[in-house]
Protein backbone atom coordinates (compact mmCIF):
# COMPACT_ATOMS: atom_id res chain seq x y z
CA UNK A 1 0.00 0.00 0.00
CA UNK A 2 1.10 3.96 -0.23
CA UNK A 3 3.20 4.77 2.46
CA UNK A 4 5.60 7.61 3.74
CA UNK A 5 7.56 6.67 6.94
CA UNK A 6 10.74 7.90 8.39
CA UNK A 7 13.83 6.57 9.38
CA UNK A 8 14.57 8.00 12.77
CA UNK A 9 12.28 8.86 15.82
CA UNK A 10 14.23 11.20 17.67
CA UNK A 11 17.09 13.33 16.32
CA UNK A 12 19.33 14.99 19.08
CA UNK A 13 20.97 17.77 17.85
CA UNK A 14 23.62 20.73 19.41
CA UNK A 15 22.80 24.33 18.70
CA UNK A 16 24.13 25.93 15.96
CA UNK A 17 24.95 22.05 13.55
CA UNK A 18 23.36 21.30 11.09
CA UNK A 19 20.14 18.89 11.52
CA UNK A 20 19.17 16.51 8.73
CA UNK A 21 15.74 14.39 8.60
CA UNK A 22 15.04 11.63 6.32
CA UNK A 23 11.64 10.30 4.84
CA UNK A 24 10.99 7.21 2.59
CA UNK A 25 8.31 6.81 0.46
CA UNK A 26 6.53 3.96 -1.26
CA UNK A 27 4.60 5.45 -4.37
CA UNK A 28 6.68 6.04 -7.14
CA UNK A 29 3.77 8.33 -8.48
CA UNK A 30 3.77 10.84 -6.20
CA UNK A 31 4.80 14.13 -7.88
CA UNK A 32 4.94 16.57 -4.53
CA UNK A 33 6.14 16.61 -1.08
CA UNK A 34 5.92 19.22 1.62
CA UNK A 35 7.72 19.22 4.83
CA UNK A 36 5.96 20.57 7.98
CA UNK A 37 6.86 20.97 11.35
CA UNK A 38 4.51 20.64 14.49
CA UNK A 39 5.40 22.16 17.82
CA UNK A 40 3.89 20.40 20.89
CA UNK A 41 0.18 21.58 21.30
CA UNK A 42 0.00 23.09 17.94
CA UNK A 43 -1.56 22.31 14.77
CA UNK A 44 1.09 21.43 11.58
CA UNK A 45 3.14 24.18 9.77
CA UNK A 46 4.32 24.26 6.50
CA UNK A 47 7.89 24.67 5.85
CA UNK A 48 8.98 23.72 2.31
CA UNK A 49 8.04 21.73 -0.27
CA UNK A 50 9.27 20.20 -3.90
CA UNK A 51 8.20 18.97 -7.17
CA UNK A 52 9.06 15.46 -8.36
CA UNK A 53 10.21 17.15 -11.49
CA UNK A 54 13.01 19.17 -8.73
CA UNK A 55 15.81 17.30 -6.87
CA UNK A 56 16.73 20.13 -4.75
CA UNK A 57 14.99 23.56 -2.99
CA UNK A 58 15.95 25.80 -0.39
CA UNK A 59 14.15 27.95 1.78
CA UNK A 60 15.43 30.25 4.48
CA UNK A 61 17.57 27.73 6.40
CA UNK A 62 16.09 24.45 5.17
CA UNK A 63 17.00 22.67 2.12
CA UNK A 64 15.22 19.59 0.94
CA UNK A 65 16.20 16.87 -1.52
CA UNK A 66 14.61 14.32 -3.27
CA UNK A 67 15.91 11.44 -4.76
CA UNK A 68 13.40 9.93 -6.99
CA UNK A 69 15.63 7.00 -7.74
CA UNK A 70 15.30 5.76 -4.33
CA UNK A 71 12.18 7.39 -3.12
CA UNK A 72 13.84 9.24 -0.63
CA UNK A 73 13.73 12.83 0.60
CA UNK A 74 15.79 14.82 3.19
CA UNK A 75 14.81 17.91 5.17
CA UNK A 76 18.02 19.90 5.98
CA UNK A 77 18.08 22.61 8.23
CA UNK A 78 21.28 24.76 8.67
CA UNK A 79 22.40 25.96 11.94
CA UNK A 80 19.81 24.48 14.10
CA UNK A 81 18.43 26.99 16.40
CA UNK A 82 16.22 26.06 20.13
CA UNK A 83 13.19 27.42 17.72
CA UNK A 84 13.38 24.42 15.72
CA UNK A 85 12.77 22.16 18.58
CA UNK A 86 10.08 20.25 17.02
CA UNK A 87 8.21 16.89 15.33
CA UNK A 88 8.63 17.27 11.33
CA UNK A 89 6.67 15.12 8.85
CA UNK A 90 6.79 14.55 5.20
CA UNK A 91 3.82 14.14 3.43
CA UNK A 92 2.78 13.62 -0.31
CA UNK A 93 -0.63 14.11 -1.84
CA UNK A 94 -2.09 10.96 -3.89
CA UNK A 95 -4.58 13.06 -5.68
CA UNK A 96 -6.54 15.34 -3.49
CA UNK A 97 -5.11 14.29 0.23
CA UNK A 98 -2.16 14.12 1.97
CA UNK A 99 -0.40 11.18 4.07
CA UNK A 100 2.22 11.78 6.78
CA UNK A 101 5.44 10.06 7.63
CA UNK A 102 5.83 8.84 10.97
CA UNK A 103 7.57 11.89 12.66
CA UNK A 104 10.38 12.89 13.83
CA UNK A 105 10.96 14.86 16.93
CA UNK A 106 13.93 17.06 16.77
CA UNK A 107 15.69 17.97 20.27
CA UNK A 108 18.06 21.16 20.22
CA UNK A 109 20.63 20.84 23.47
CA UNK A 110 21.86 24.26 24.17
CA UNK B 1 -2.12 34.93 5.18
CA UNK B 2 -3.92 31.57 4.74
CA UNK B 3 -4.91 31.48 8.36
CA UNK B 4 -7.16 28.94 9.55
CA UNK B 5 -8.73 28.99 13.31
CA UNK B 6 -10.18 26.29 15.28
CA UNK B 7 -13.10 26.33 18.09
CA UNK B 8 -12.54 25.19 20.80
CA UNK B 9 -8.77 24.69 21.75
CA UNK B 10 -9.48 22.28 24.07
CA UNK B 11 -13.29 20.56 25.32
CA UNK B 12 -13.90 18.28 28.00
CA UNK B 13 -17.47 16.73 27.89
CA UNK B 14 -19.20 13.53 29.23
CA UNK B 15 -19.09 10.34 28.21
CA UNK B 16 -22.42 10.29 25.50
CA UNK B 17 -22.76 13.67 24.93
CA UNK B 18 -21.53 15.55 21.36
CA UNK B 19 -18.93 17.96 20.58
CA UNK B 20 -18.63 20.62 17.96
CA UNK B 21 -15.65 21.75 16.73
CA UNK B 22 -15.20 24.54 14.13
CA UNK B 23 -12.85 25.39 11.94
CA UNK B 24 -12.30 28.31 9.49
CA UNK B 25 -10.38 29.89 7.24
CA UNK B 26 -9.65 33.22 8.08
CA UNK B 27 -8.33 35.20 5.02
CA UNK B 28 -8.89 33.03 2.17
CA UNK B 29 -11.67 30.69 0.83
CA UNK B 30 -11.44 26.99 1.33
CA UNK B 31 -13.49 24.45 -0.89
CA UNK B 32 -11.92 21.88 0.30
CA UNK B 33 -11.51 21.35 3.84
CA UNK B 34 -9.87 18.05 5.67
CA UNK B 35 -10.27 16.89 9.38
CA UNK B 36 -7.30 14.59 10.89
CA UNK B 37 -7.34 13.09 14.03
CA UNK B 38 -4.02 12.65 16.02
CA UNK B 39 -2.85 10.45 19.35
CA UNK B 40 -0.09 11.01 21.48
CA UNK B 41 3.39 10.83 19.90
CA UNK B 42 2.04 9.47 16.49
CA UNK B 43 1.32 10.78 13.43
CA UNK B 44 -1.74 13.08 11.68
CA UNK B 45 -4.50 10.34 10.14
CA UNK B 46 -6.73 11.68 7.67
CA UNK B 47 -10.52 11.06 8.90
CA UNK B 48 -12.27 13.03 6.66
CA UNK B 49 -12.32 15.16 3.17
CA UNK B 50 -15.34 18.17 3.36
CA UNK B 51 -16.57 19.39 0.54
CA UNK B 52 -18.44 22.57 0.74
CA UNK B 53 -21.66 22.00 -0.72
CA UNK B 54 -21.58 18.57 -0.40
CA UNK B 55 -21.60 15.61 1.52
CA UNK B 56 -18.18 15.13 3.26
CA UNK B 57 -15.72 11.72 1.85
CA UNK B 58 -14.94 9.51 4.94
CA UNK B 59 -11.51 7.32 4.96
CA UNK B 60 -11.73 3.85 5.38
CA UNK B 61 -12.66 3.00 8.97
CA UNK B 62 -13.93 6.15 10.09
CA UNK B 63 -18.27 6.41 11.31
CA UNK B 64 -19.67 8.75 9.00
CA UNK B 65 -22.48 8.79 11.30
CA UNK B 66 -20.14 9.46 14.47
CA UNK B 67 -18.72 12.11 12.91
CA UNK B 68 -20.79 14.22 11.25
CA UNK B 69 -18.72 17.13 9.23
CA UNK B 70 -20.92 19.95 7.63
CA UNK B 71 -19.51 22.40 5.12
CA UNK B 72 -21.98 24.80 4.49
CA UNK B 73 -20.01 27.68 3.42
CA UNK B 74 -16.68 28.35 2.01
CA UNK B 75 -14.81 29.51 4.67
CA UNK B 76 -16.40 27.19 7.79
CA UNK B 77 -16.23 23.32 8.17
CA UNK B 78 -17.45 21.65 11.80
CA UNK B 79 -16.79 18.27 12.83
CA UNK B 80 -19.60 16.90 15.63
CA UNK B 81 -18.51 14.29 17.46
CA UNK B 82 -21.39 12.22 18.45
CA UNK B 83 -22.32 10.27 21.61
CA UNK B 84 -18.44 10.51 22.34
CA UNK B 85 -16.80 8.09 24.53
CA UNK B 86 -13.08 7.71 26.29
CA UNK B 87 -11.81 6.43 23.02
CA UNK B 88 -12.89 9.57 21.29
CA UNK B 89 -10.51 11.42 23.19
CA UNK B 90 -7.52 12.79 20.82
CA UNK B 91 -6.28 16.03 19.17
CA UNK B 92 -8.23 17.15 16.34
CA UNK B 93 -6.91 18.96 13.83
CA UNK B 94 -8.31 20.52 10.38
CA UNK B 95 -6.86 21.90 7.17
CA UNK B 96 -7.87 23.84 4.29
CA UNK B 97 -6.45 23.56 0.55
CA UNK B 98 -5.29 26.59 -1.28
CA UNK B 99 -5.33 25.91 -5.18
CA UNK B 100 -2.27 27.31 -5.46
CA UNK B 101 -0.02 27.50 -3.01
CA UNK B 102 2.08 30.71 -1.55
CA UNK B 103 5.03 29.25 -2.05
CA UNK B 104 4.54 28.10 -5.53
CA UNK B 105 3.72 24.84 -4.89
CA UNK B 106 0.65 23.13 -6.86
CA UNK B 107 -1.25 23.56 -3.33
CA UNK B 108 -0.67 23.58 0.06
CA UNK B 109 -2.41 22.54 2.73
CA UNK B 110 -2.40 25.19 6.13
CA UNK B 111 -3.61 23.69 9.43
CA UNK B 112 -5.43 25.03 12.39
CA UNK B 113 -3.76 24.92 15.66
CA UNK B 114 -5.88 21.44 16.89
CA UNK B 115 -8.83 20.73 19.22
CA UNK B 116 -7.81 18.64 22.11
CA UNK B 117 -10.94 16.87 23.37
CA UNK B 118 -10.98 15.02 26.48
CA UNK B 119 -13.92 12.74 26.86
CA UNK B 120 -14.34 11.55 30.81
Known sequence: GESVGLHLPTLSVQEGDNS????????????????????????????????????????????????????????????????????????????????????TRVLVKP | GAVVSQHPSRVICKSGTSVKIECRSLDFQATTMFWYRQFPKQSLMLMATSNEGSKATYEQGVEKDKFLINHASLTLSTLTVTSAHPEDSSFYICSARLTEGLAGGPYEQYFGPGTRLTVT
Open chain 1, 20 to 103: IINCAYSNSASDYFIWYKQESGKGPQFIIDIRSNMDKRQGQRVTVLLNKTVKHLSLQIAATQPGDSAVYFCAAPPGNKLTFGGG
